[in-house]
Every structure is written in structure tokens, then in C-alpha cells.
């Protein structure tokens, strides 16, 4: 893949979540290539393992917009990967959600327009198309009743992002992702299964009847098509989706985990086609956009659970934190 070095030499970014899974390899990337990083996270759900020792940090909320503000000052370009990413639980803390992924991104675009900075890429989700009635499902699909919070919260984004982009001549980047895979990985449900393995190697529950079927994406690559479309994609607003072009049943999925840790548990499904409220039980988006540009994924859905799995044992800290509790099912 051509290099992008030349597109991110000396430019001042700012990276909203910068603690987190896909916010820290953007940082490194970013630094790699040259660029002057802001790191702006509220370690809610970011690692202070995860930091770049180069970046500049501002530990702040965005629902404050005076960090806001100060985050901006300076910059030319801003990653708004800061959210709340957690679709099966987004239902124990709707406001959180919508707080954390709408309030957040208009008072980050309003320090923008303050600042003078009019340049964003953001991390939206796949999850938008809800159940999608198309598959692989393209940019341009119809958008159906949207099927968890945490979609319709994302949406609401990229409406003020596209807005901007309009209103105030922004140019916006929106990239609708995948669930991703690979280092620093925190939360999702290679994690969930390797949690339970932890605690009992002999039986696993699993929400769904494992038939659901979705592509997921390794972190790298996933980085590499954003950086490829901001560096060659250059209108007002640019939206691409970022996905693998192959997808994996759940069942499957827990064949490869089970195998990578060599225990042999009892599989029990509970809660028939949908594994939790919100679920889509088939993901896989067409990436025709940005595969033009020439990008393409360099590593298979297996090879990003095993790779993901060496993550989480060789990094024990990952699962210190407290565990939401399970939404209710009635």
C-alpha cells in the first residue's frame, strides 16, 4: 500500500479516546509518520498502558467544553474516536450513550469551529444499518428502524458532522466500522468467551443460537484504510465503510478460541436468533469505496482472534476492571 507519510508529516492532531483500542494505534501510526499528537481521553474506558510516550496527554471529558476547547487549540486535524462503544450494554446507560456520543461530538465540533479547525475523521459503526436489508451492505443502503441505542447515537453524529461539513465548511471523514479486532482489544466478544474460559474452561453460555454471522477487522488494517482515505479522499464529506470481506458464524468463532486456548467446554445458547436487544444477527458491509483507493485487509478473521487472544493473556490487567451487569431479557 502506498505510503502516507507525506499526508501526516507535521500536522498537529488532535486524538479524542486516544487511550483506547483503535484511538492509541491511530496515535502511533499518526507518530510514526511524523505528526504532532494530542491525546484527550477520560480513562472511563481508556488504558494509560495504551498511551503513545510521545503524544502530548489532556486527561478531560468532551462534556466539558472548555477541555474541549483546549484539546483543539493548535490543531489542524482531529480523530474523534472518544464513545461509548458498548451495543450490549448501551441499555444500562442510555444517557451515558447518548451524552457520550452526541453532547461530546457537538461540543467538540463547536471548539472546531471556534478554533478555527476544520478538519475531523470519525469512528462510526456499522451498526447504523441496523438490520440491514441488503448484504454486503454499501454506503448507500436504505437505513432501517434503528436497532440499539447505540447506533441511533452514532447516527445522530454523523448528522452534525455532515452539517458541519455543509453549514461551516468542514470536511468530515465518517468511517462505519466493523467490530474490530487484534492488540489492545478490550471489550467484545472474543474478550466476553475468554473471560468466561478464564473462569470456568468446562462450559460456556453464549446469547444466540451461534448462527449469527459478521465480519470483523484487525486494528491495523483498519487504521491503515482510515489514514489511506484521509490522504486521498479529499471532498466535503467522505463516508466509507471498513470491514474484511469474509464474516464468521459465532460457533465458529468460539471453535477458534476454544482451539487457541485448548479447553474443551459444554457450548449452552440461550436467547434463540438475536443474542441480546440490538443485536443484528448478520454483518457484513460492502467496502468497494475504499478498496478503489487501494486498500485491502492484510490478515484473515482467524488470524485476528489468535492474534487477539495472545493480547488478553499476555495482559492480564485488561480485565481488572468491573464488568457491567447483564441487561434484563424480559
Known amino acids: 500500500m502506498t505510503s502516507t507519510v507525506s499526508s501526516f508529516a507535521g500536522r498537529r492532531v488532535l486524538v479524542t479516546g486516544g487511550a483506547g483500542f483503535v484511538g492509541s494505534h491511530v496515535a502511533d501510526r499518526l507518530l510514526a509518520e ?11 474506558t481508556g488504558w494509560r498502558q495504551f498511551v503513545p510516550a510521545r503524544a502530548r496527554l489532556i486527561e478531560a471529558d468532551l462534556l466539558d467544553p472548555e477541555s474541549a476547547g483546549r484539546a483543539v487549540a493548535g490543531c489542524d486535524l482531529v480523530f474523534h474516536l472518544a464513545a461509548y462503544a458498548d451495543i450490549k450494554d ?113 462450559r460456556l453460555d453464549v446469547l444466540g443460537d451461534g448462527r449469527q454471522k459478521k465480519s470483523y477487522l484487525h486494528v491495523v488494517d483498519c487504521v491503515s484504510g482510515m489514514l489511506l482515505a484521509l490522504a486521498r479522499s479529499r471532498e466535503p ?26 479447553v474443551k467446554p459444554r457450548i449452552v445458547h440461550a436467547g434463540g436468533e438475536r443474542g441480546w436487544v440490538g443485536d443484528s444477527p448478520r454483518i457484513l458491509l460492502d467496502t468497494t469505496r475504499l478498496r478503489a483507493l487501494g486498500w485491502a485487509p492484510t490478515r484473515s478473521i482467524e488470524e485476528s482472534i489468535v492474534e487477539t487472544l495472545a493480547f488478553l493473556e499476555a495482559s492480564p490487567f485488561v480485565n481488572d476492571r468491573q464488568q457491567p451487569a447483564e441487561v434484563s431479557r424480559r
Open 34 to 44: 511524523g505528526a504532532e499528537v494530542t491525546i484527550l481521553d477520560d480513562f472511563s
Open 237 to 262: 464529506i467522505n463516508l466509507f465503510n471498513l470491514g474484511h470481506h469474509d464474516w464468521i458464524e459465532v460457533d465458529q468463532s468460539i471453535a477458534v478460541i476454544t482451539r487457541t486456548l485448548g
Open 90 to 202: 448501551n441499555l444500562l446507560e442510555p444517557r451515558r450513550c447518548i451524552d457520550q456520543n452526541v453532547v461530546a461530538t457537538q461540543n467538540l465540533l463547536e471548539a472546531m469551529r471556534a478554533a478555527g479547525v476544520r478538519e475531523v475523521a470519525f469512528a462510526s459503526t456499522g451498526s447504523v444499518y441496523g438490520d440491514a436489508t441488503e448484504v454486503p451492505t454499501p454506503e448507500d443502503a436504505p437505513f432501517p428502524v434503528q436497532t440499539s441505542i447505540y447506533g441511533t447515537s452514532k447516527l445522530a453524529a454523523e448528522g452534525l458532522l455532515t452539517s458541519y461539513a455543509l453549514g461551516y465548511g468542514f470536511r468530515t471523514w465518517i468511517f462505519r466500522f466493523v467490530s474490530l479486532l487484534g492488540p489492545r482489544y478490550t471489550h467484545g466478544h472474543v474478550i466476553d468467551f475468554w473471560r468466561k474460559l478464564r473462569r470456568d474452561p468446562t
